[in-house]
Structures are given as structure tokens and as C-alpha cells.
């Protein structure tokens, strides 16, 4: 028994019976290094449960005489409360958690309506407008440009705590991003008096290595806070060298103003969210105080810090450092025209690419992208069939461009073999993948890849990789096999543009930009497109009804990946989000699909107004006109509403065609009609819609109007 007198070694060995030091010689060990700090003037404390799940504190402190006294505490109420905080404080980092990927998954779904708001007023404004109507306008479009703005620094500060934002690592020209600084916020610094001036180093390099984007994100944040703040006087722009290694270099860039100015306590709220200096600013000057936050989470990613001296009426210098890479000359883009970019591609004319892509639609852009600017080109469907024609011919390419989703060999593996082989260890091979993000880059780099370009094509993006890869050009051209598809060089003709300026689904903008602004190709591309991939959807339903996830996924990619190239954006974003709704096994799959279905139509919308008035052939090779000449059956006929109905159906590529007929052959009881229909049946089932309707057409045609006679 443990009372009063009780030795301290018979209380120690009380609780290693107990079991309170655990077993064995370690829980002896742990229980004697306790009498010995009791013994020796220090506190000792222990905590454990009773067998009714009451929690006791049990501390020993050292007595007079040697001796020690023990308490007894129950400590099970604090216990719960700490259990409860804990539990209250993990359940808000996750409802903080959940809101930052909320609104960073959210990302393009916000900023998109925006977009077209503004986009839409650009083109309201390029028309002749009365005075009123056109400041009405102007007015819009400042409101649509701050409302934006608001948004993009919510979305990035949500994206930055969801951990969603990744540096580029890209070469960059330090003075284009000065310029374009200049270029925005110099004239609010004109409309207020304010000289802007900028200062460098001499010792600063022109090139450098990291992301421009985050760089001029940060440098405008500051310039135009400087700028807003400042009534009169001057901003200033400096920069500074702090140190220069082979590896490395870190710099320090400064923004002066000689504005409103702060006391210690605002400068000390500064780089708290949601946060301004007080609130009579916010009120007078607008912002959402965000942000200084983001451009400080920048910084810090780039390896640098962020600090601000200020003296209130005298003005602020916000100075920050960042480190960054060296990087050449000849590595730097320089984004020109595509003219002048087709000019420089003159070192590479004859130069011999292997080009590896599973879509024939993807294969048609690059190969024609290529052959403008003089490139010879042999396209391969799929990884084994690119080292098939590597190994058949070691040295006759001088670049690889290689898809990463593809059959039977993907890109990945495809590298890793080639690079197995010493031939082919200076082979430049370029990734084209839609995932840009930093993992894929990552992965495309660990598997011996050199560079990587996004989807859809950018001409420009494309001639700065090959600009930079392809440095020796063999002089003979590549034994080919006789069967291998290629594409030669032939000249770019130019007409006078007969594009529309919109269609249903379509940026076509973008896609003449893409295309070098090739109308012919663009049109043919988009001619064939529903013939190509008219059946796209239906084989997602189908391998999604089977449970083959994986291929339904690629498919979706594969699609997505289509639609991009083609400039098919609000397509290419449904099937994106498709994709990941079945990788991820998301609960709204269905509606994703039903989306993407609606998506589609607006695309084959777009087409066929884009086509109207030229004389094309429609998606299965018979003239509209000769279709509508074309009576399916005569209205006397007991089965010709619903054959109409049919039709309609297989035209516009739905996959209720297949129960639709499935019904309709159930209540045709003719054997002589189901003999008839029956290879329509059989097109059916494949989901060659296309195929299904021709036949269709031809067996009424045939009957002269009367399939049931």
C-alpha cells in the first residue's frame, strides 16, 4: 500500500507492476531514471488511464528530507477538452483545405464567363457605336477588367494554399518582362502626373531562368499598388544584383514611391490575408488585399523574402529578392510573329522529324504544321511503331516528337527504350502532352525526354523547341519504307480571309492562329473531324457500361486532346473534366457525359454553319441537298415516322439510335422489312452511325420510297 513514508523505490516499483513504464528491463530502466530525478530535485510526472476510463495525473515532487511528494490529479475533463480542440482545429484546416482546392479546381469555371463578357464587349466596341453607347461600353469593360482582376487574386491565393501552383524553370528575357510592366502601368502613371522610372544593375544579365509569369505577377502587384498610392512624385524601379554564381544568381528588386506612406502598426498587417492598412483604405483605393499575400508566397517560392520600409505622407520601398538560373541567348523565345518565325525556321527546311501520334486529326496539324515551315515529316501511330522505324533506320531523324497516351507502346516506355540504345542517346525527343503540370514534366524528363510542348500546338511554341533541339541536320534524307506515310514541304498560299468571326464552339481565332493561319487546312481539318471521331462519344458509353474505366479515360483524353487542336474549346474542357471525373470515380460522371454530349453538338453546330454556303460534302458523303431530295418513305408507308425518326437519329450521332431500332425492328413483324434493315442493324451495333444511315438511305432509295412492299 502507497501512503505516507512509502520509500521512493517502493513507489517506483508500485507503478512498474502497475505497468505504467511499460515491460522488461526498458520499462525497469525508465522507472529507476525516475527515482533517481525525484531524488535529485526534479519533477516527475506520469499519466495514465483507469480501468472505468477516468485520466489521473500522477507527478512526484521532490519533499524535504529527501523525500517526495506525490499528487493525484483527474485530468480527464482537460483531456477531452484538448481532444475536442484538436478535433475542432483539424476540422477547420479542412474546411480551409476543402474551400482552397474548391476555388482552385474552380479556376477556369469562374474566370471563363469573364472572359467571354470581355471578350464580347471588345467586339461590341469594333462596330460604329453613338457616343452614349459606346461610353456605356467602356464603362462595361473597366468593370469586367476590376471584377477579373478581384478574381484572379482570389483564385491564385486559393490555388497557392491548395498547393496547385508550381514555378516554371523557362528562359526568359529579363528586359521583356520590364517592358511589359512598363507597358501596362505606364500610362496610369501618366494620367496621374507620376514619373515612372526604372534603374538596373549593370552587372544584371539580360537572360535569366525561372517563370517571367510569377516574376511579372509579383513586379506588377507592387508597381501598381505604388502606383495607386502615390499622388504625386515618382515611382522607381530598381534592381540589383546580390549575388552572381555559375549556378545562380540572386537579385533584389525595388519599388519606391512617394505616396501616402504607413505607420509601424499598418506595415505590421500588411501581409495578412484579406488585409489592407486599415480600412479607410480599402474604401478610398478598392483592392481585396490579397495581393501583397500572394506576391509574398511568390517570393517566397522563388527562394527569396519580402520587406517594406515606410514613413506615413513620405512614401514606401517594397523590396524583395529572388533567385534564378543563367540562361543563354539562343534559349530565350522570342515569341514574334509567325511570319518572321517562319523566316528563322529557314535553318531547319529539309530537317527530318518522326512524328508520334495516335490520332489521325493531331497527326494532320503537326504533319501540316511542320510541312509549312519545310520540315519533312514521317508519322508513326503508336511507340513500338516508332522504334520500329528508329531501328530500321538509326539516323535518319533529326527530332522526335513523341505523344504520351497512346496503344499498344506509350511515350514513356517508348523514350526509355530508345535511350536504352547508345544510338539514339543524342536524339532530341520532345513530349507533346496536355498535362503541363509539374509532376508530367517531371515524368517526361525522368524518362530521358528533352523538352516538352503543351496541347493543343502552338506554331510558335513547336518552331522555339525545334529552334532549340535541332542543331545538325543529316544532308541525306531517310530511307523511308515504301509503305511509311510522310509529308514533304510544300509553299503556304495565303487568300483573302472568308472566315466568319464566330461559330457555335469554336474559337476561331485561336485556330487559324494555331494553324499558322491556314484557312484550308483549318477547314478540312474541321470537315473531317465528325467523320473521324463521330463515334467518339458513343465508345466512352460503351466502355464506361463495361467497367473499363482506363479506356474510357483515354478515350476521353484522346478526344479532349482533338478537340483542343481544333481550337473546339468548350468541347476539349468538357472531355478534360470527363477524364478526370472517371480517373477520380467521381459520383457525377453521368452529368459530365451529358455535358460533353451537349458540347458536341454545339461543335458539329459550329461546323455546319462554317461549311454552309461552300460546297462541301456533309459527315457521311451525301449533299444535303441530295438528302433532302431523298424521301425516306412515303407518308402512306406504316413505318415511316418512325424510320424518320431513325435517321434523325443516326444524323445527329445518338446513342438512343441503338434501342430506338432495337424497338422498332420488335414491332416490324414483316420478315421481308427486318431482312432489309438488317445491315443497318449491324452498323448500329458497331456504332457506325455514319455507315448505318448511308445504308438506310440506299435500301429506301432502292424500294423507290416503299420498304415495306
Given at each position: 500500500?502507497i501512503g505516507?513514508?512509502?520509500?521512493?523505490?517502493?513507489?517506483?516499483?508500485f507503478l512498474?507492476?502497475?505497468g505504467d513504464?511499460?515491460?522488461?528491463e526498458?520499462?525497469?530502466?525508465k522507472a529507476?531514471?525516475?527515482?533517481n530525478?525525484?531524488r535529485e530535485?526534479?519533477?516527475?510526472?506520469?499519466e495514465r488511464?483507469?480501468p472505468?476510463g477516468?485520466?489521473?495525473a500522477?507527478?512526484?515532487?521532490p519533499?524535504l528530507s529527501?523525500g517526495?511528494?506525490i499528487?493525484?490529479s483527474d485530468?480527464t475533463?482537460?483531456?477531452e477538452?484538448?481532444?475536442?480542440?484538436e478535433?475542432?482545429r483539424?476540422q477547420?484546416?479542412?474546411?480551409?483545405?476543402?474551400?482552397s482546392?474548391?476555388?482552385?479546381?474552380m479556376?477556369h469555371?469562374?474566370?471563363?464567363?469573364?472572359?467571354?463578357?470581355?471578350?464580347?464587349?471588345?467586339?461590341a466596341?469594333?462596330?460604329?457605336?453613338s457616343?452614349k453607347?459606346?461610353?456605356h461600353?467602356n464603362k462595361?469593360?473597366?468593370?469586367?477588367?476590376?471584377?477579373l482582376?478581384?478574381?484572379n487574386?482570389?483564385?491564385?491565393?486559393?490555388k497557392?494554399?491548395?498547393g496547385?501552383i508550381?514555378l516554371?524553370?523557362i528562359?526568359f528575357?529579363?528586359?521583356?518582362?520590364?517592358?511589359?510592366?512598363?507597358?501596362?502601368v505606364?500610362?496610369r502613371?501618366l494620367e496621374r502626373g507620376?514619373?515612372?522610372?526604372?534603374h538596373?544593375?549593370?552587372?544584371?544579365p539580360?537572360y535569366l531562368r525561372g517563370d517571367p509569369h510569377?516574376?511579372?505577377?509579383?513586379?506588377?502587384?507592387l508597381?501598381?499598388?505604388?502606383i495607386?498610392?502615390?499622388?504625386q512624385?515618382?515611382?522607381?524601379?530598381?534592381?540589383q544584383?546580390?549575388?552572381n554564381?555559375?549556378?545562380?544568381?540572386?537579385?533584389?528588386?525595388?519599388?519606391r514611391?512617394?505616396?501616402?506612406g504607413?505607420?509601424?502598426?499598418?506595415?505590421g498587417?500588411?501581409?495578412?490575408?484579406f488585409?489592407?492598412?486599415?480600412?479607410?483604405?480599402t474604401?478610398r483605393?478598392?483592392?481585396?488585399?490579397?495581393?501583397?499575400v500572394?506576391?509574398?508566397?511568390?517570393?517566397?517560392m522563388?527562394?527569396?523574402?519580402i520587406?517594406?520600409a515606410?514613413?506615413?505622407?513620405?512614401?514606401?520601398t517594397f523590396?524583395?529578392?529572388?533567385?534564378?538560373?543563367?540562361a543563354?541567348?539562343?534559349?530565350?523565345?522570342?515569341r514574334q510573329?509567325?511570319s518572321?518565325v517562319l523566316k528563322?525556321m529557314?535553318r531547319?527546311?529539309?530537317a527530318?522529324?518522326?512524328?508520334v501520334e495516335?490520332?489521325?486529326?493531331?497527326?494532320e496539324?503537326?504533319?501540316?504544321?511542320?510541312r509549312?515551315?519545310?520540315l519533312?515529316?514521317?508519322?508513326?501511330d503508336?511507340?513500338q511503331?516508332a522504334?520500329?522505324?528508329?531501328?530500321?533506320n538509326?539516323?535518319?531523324?533529326d527530332?522526335?516528337?513523341?505523344?504520351?497516351q497512346m496503344?499498344v507502346?506509350?511515350g514513356?516506355t517508348?523514350?526509355?527504350q530508345?535511350r536504352?540504345d547508345?544510338?539514339?542517346?543524342?536524339?532530341?525527343i520532345?513530349a507533346?502532352?496536355a498535362?503541363?503540370?509539374?509532376g508530367?514534366?517531371a515524368?517526361?524528363l525522368?524518362?530521358?525526354m528533352?523538352?516538352?510542348l503543351a496541347?493543343?500546338?502552338?506554331?510558335s511554341?513547336?518552331y522555339q523547341?525545334?529552334r532549340?533541339?535541332?542543331?545538325?541536320?543529316?544532308?541525306?534524307?531517310?530511307a523511308v519504307d515504301a509503305?511509311?506515310?510522310t509529308?514533304?514541304?510544300s509553299?503556304i498560299k495565303?487568300?483573302?480571309s472568308?472566315?466568319?468571326n464566330a461559330a457555335p464552339g469554336?474559337d476561331l481565332?485561336?485556330?487559324?492562329?494555331?494553324?499558322?493561319?491556314n484557312e484550308?487546312?483549318y477547314r478540312?481539318?474541321?470537315a473531317g473531324?465528325?467523320?473521324?471521331h463521330?463515334?467518339a462519344?458513343?465508345?466512352?458509353q460503351?466502355?464506361?457500361?463495361?467497367?473499363?474505366?482506363?479506356q474510357?479515360?483515354?478515350r476521353a483524353?484522346?478526344?479532349?486532346?482533338v478537340a483542343g487542336?481544333?481550337a473546339?474549346?468548350?468541347?476539349?474542357?468538357?472531355?478534360r473534366r470527363?477524364?478526370r471525373?472517371?480517373i477520380?470515380?467521381a459520383d457525377?460522371?453521368?452529368?459530365?457525359?451529358?455535358?460533353?454530349?451537349?458540347?458536341w453538338q454545339e461543335?458539329?453546330?459550329?461546323?455546319?454553319?462554317?461549311n454552309?454556303?461552300?460546297?462541301?460534302?456533309?459527315?457521311?458523303?451525301?449533299?444535303?441537298?441530295?438528302?433532302a431530295?431523298?424521301p425516306?418513305?412515303s407518308d402512306r408507308?406504316p413505318?415511316a415516322a418512325?424510320?424518320?425518326?431513325l435517321a434523325e437519329?443516326?444524323?445527329?450521332?445518338?446513342?438512343?439510335?441503338k434501342?430506338?431500332?432495337?424497338?422498332?425492328?420488335?414491332?416490324i413483324?414483316?420478315?421481308?422489312?427486318?431482312?432489309q434493315l438488317q445491315?443497318?442493324?449491324q452498323?448500329?451495333?458497331?456504332?457506325?452511325?455514319?455507315?448505318?444511315?448511308?445504308?438506310?438511305?440506299?435500301?429506301?432509295?432502292s424500294?423507290?420510297s416503299n420498304?415495306?412492299d
Amino acid at each position: 500500500e502507497i501512503g505516507v513514508g512509502t520509500p521512493i523505490e517502493d513507489y517506483f516499483s508500485f507503478l512498474i507492476g502497475r505497468g505504467d513504464y511499460g515491460d522488461g528491463e526498458a520499462g525497469r530502466a525508465k522507472a529507476l531514471q525516475a527515482a533517481n530525478d525525484v531524488r535529485e530535485g526534479r519533477m516527475h510526472r506520469v499519466e495514465r488511464a483507469t480501468p472505468s476510463g477516468r485520466m489521473l495525473a500522477i507527478e512526484a515532487a521532490p519533499g524535504l528530507s529527501g523525500g517526495a511528494v506525490i499528487t493525484i490529479s483527474d485530468i480527464t475533463r482537460q483531456k477531452e477538452h484538448e481532444r475536442e480542440l484538436e478535433t475542432a482545429r483539424r476540422q477547420a484546416q479542412h474546411a480551409d483545405h476543402a474551400k482552397s482546392e474548391f476555388l482552385a479546381n474552380m479556376s477556369h469555371e469562374i474566370r471563363t464567363p469573364i472572359n467571354a463578357i470581355q471578350g464580347l464587349l471588345y467586339l461590341a466596341q469594333q462596330n460604329k457605336l453613338s457616343p452614349k453607347l459606346r461610353n456605356h461600353l467602356n464603362k462595361m469593360e473597366h468593370s469586367a477588367h476590376t471584377l477579373l482582376t478581384i478574381i484572379n487574386d482570389i483564385l491564385d491565393f486559393s490555388k497557392i494554399e491548395a498547393g496547385h501552383i508550381d514555378l516554371d524553370n523557362i528562359p526568359f528575357d529579363l528586359q521583356a518582362v520590364l517592358d511589359r510592366i512598363r507597358s501596362i502601368v505606364g500610362f496610369r502613371a501618366l494620367e496621374r502626373g507620376l514619373a515612372l522610372t526604372f534603374h538596373q544593375d549593370e552587372r544584371t544579365p539580360k537572360y535569366l531562368r525561372g517563370d517571367p509569369h510569377r516574376l511579372g505577377q509579383i513586379l506588377l502587384n507592387l508597381v501598381g499598388n505604388a502606383i495607386k498610392f502615390t499622388e504625386q512624385g515618382e515611382v522607381v524601379i530598381s534592381i540589383q544584383v546580390i549575388e552572381n554564381f555559375p549556378e545562380q544568381i540572386r537579385l533584389e528588386f525595388s519599388i519606391r514611391d512617394t505616396g501616402i506612406g504607413m505607420t509601424p502598426e499598418q506595415q505590421g498587417r500588411l501581409f495578412q490575408m484579406f488585409n489592407q492598412a486599415d480600412a479607410s483604405i480599402t474604401r478610398r483605393f478598392g483592392g481585396t488585399g490579397l495581393g501583397l499575400v500572394i506576391s509574398q508566397r511568390l517570393v517566397e517560392m522563388m527562394g527569396g523574402r519580402i520587406v517594406v520600409a515606410s514613413v506615413p505622407d513620405q512614401g514606401s520601398t517594397f523590396r524583395f529578392t529572388a533567385a534564378f538560373g543563367h540562361a543563354a541567348p539562343e534559349e530565350v523565345e522570342t515569341r514574334q510573329e509567325s511570319s518572321h518565325v517562319l523566316k528563322e525556321m529557314q535553318r531547319l527546311r529539309g530537317a527530318r522529324v518522326l512524328l508520334v501520334e495516335d490520332q489521325p486529326l493531331n497527326q494532320e496539324v503537326a504533319a501540316e504544321i511542320l510541312r509549312q515551315a519545310g520540315l519533312q515529316v514521317q508519322i508513326a501511330d503508336q511507340g513500338q511503331e516508332a522504334l520500329a522505324a528508329l531501328q530500321a533506320n538509326p539516323s535518319g531523324f533529326d527530332v522526335v516528337l513523341m505523344d504520351l497516351q497512346m496503344p499498344v507502346l506509350d511515350g514513356y516506355t517508348a523514350t526509355r527504350q530508345l535511350r536504352a540504345d547508345p544510338r539514339f542517346a543524342g536524339l532530341p525527343i520532345i513530349a507533346m502532352t496536355a498535362n503541363v503540370l509539374a509532376g508530367e514534366r517531371a515524368r517526361c524528363l525522368a524518362a530521358g525526354m528533352n523538352d516538352y510542348l503543351a496541347k493543343p500546338i502552338d506554331v510558335s511554341n513547336l518552331y522555339q523547341k525545334l529552334r532549340l533541339w535541332v542543331k545538325n541536320i543529316a544532308v541525306e534524307p531517310p530511307a523511308v519504307d515504301a509503305n511509311a506515310r510522310t509529308e514533304t514541304p510544300s509553299p503556304i498560299k495565303t487568300t483573302a480571309s472568308t472566315f466568319p468571326n464566330a461559330a457555335p464552339g469554336l474559337d476561331l481565332t485561336a485556330g487559324l492562329r494555331r494553324l499558322g493561319g491556314n484557312e484550308t487546312l483549318y477547314r478540312r481539318l474541321l470537315a473531317g473531324f465528325p467523320e473521324q471521331h463521330g463515334v467518339a462519344l458513343a465508345e466512352i458509353q460503351i466502355t464506361l457500361d463495361a467497367g473499363d474505366k482506363e479506356q474510357a479515360a483515354h478515350r476521353a483524353h484522346a478526344l479532349a486532346g482533338v478537340a483542343g487542336n481544333l481550337a473546339a474549346t468548350s468541347l476539349e474542357q468538357a472531355m478534360r473534366r470527363l477524364e478526370r471525373a472517371i480517373i477520380e470515380g467521381a459520383d457525377d460522371i453521368r452529368l459530365r457525359f451529358r455535358h460533353a454530349e451537349a458540347r458536341w453538338q454545339e461543335v458539329l453546330t459550329g461546323i455546319d454553319q462554317l461549311n454552309s454556303g461552300t460546297e462541301t460534302t456533309d459527315r457521311i458523303g451525301v449533299s444535303h441537298d441530295a438528302r433532302a431530295n431523298q424521301p425516306l418513305l412515303s407518308d402512306r408507308e406504316p413505318w415511316a415516322a418512325q424510320i424518320a425518326v431513325l435517321a434523325e437519329l443516326l444524323t445527329a450521332r445518338d446513342l438512343k439510335a441503338k434501342s430506338y431500332f432495337a424497338e422498332l425492328m420488335r414491332q416490324i413483324t414483316d420478315p421481308q422489312i427486318h431482312q432489309q434493315l438488317q445491315p443497318v442493324g449491324q452498323q448500329i451495333e458497331r456504332l457506325h452511325f455514319a455507315d448505318a444511315l448511308q445504308i438506310l438511305n440506299q435500301v429506301m432509295t432502292s424500294s423507290g420510297s416503299n420498304v415495306v412492299d
